[in-house]
């Protein structure tokens, strides 16, 4: 079992930068994956980044490449998305997931925090 609490979420200008970061609890977190998803009023709930347990790799939809980056500290049980010149459309409520294996799919992930707000003024 993992639960998921997000945080560092707020209003930014264009260009600015935020941290989000996830605590999460539980013995198992160092086993798991772990994920950013978003969603914006209206939409779908989006993949945004993902990290994998035993190497490290990363994963990123084509929309942040370059600008997010998601790190973790297993030894804090601890995932952060660092976002870089961020634009109107990042706006969305921002979810810290957890998973086995890595897919872009939210069906295939199996816990979810509450979420944090990003919002993004132009």
């Known amino acids: 079992q993992v639960q998921l609490v997000e945080s560092g979420g707020g209003l930014v200008q264009a260009g600015g930068s935020l941290r989000l970061s996830c605590a999460a609890s539980g013995r198992t977190f160092s086993t798991y994956v772990m994920g950013w998803f978003r969603q914006a009023p209206g939409k779908e709930r989006e993949f945004v980044a993902a990290?994998?347990?035993?190497?490290?790799?990363?994963y990123y939809a084509d929309s942040v490449k370059g600008r997010f980056t998601i790190s973790r500290d297993n030894a804090k049980n601890a995932v952060y998305l660092q976002m870089n010149s961020l634009k109107p459309e990042d706006t969305a409520l921002y979810y810290c997931a957890a998973a086995r294996t890595h897919s872009v799919y939210t069906s295939r992930w199996d816990y979810w925090g509450q979420g944090t707000q990003v919002t993004v003024s132009s």
């Open positions: 990290i994998r347990r035993t190497d490290e790799a990363t």
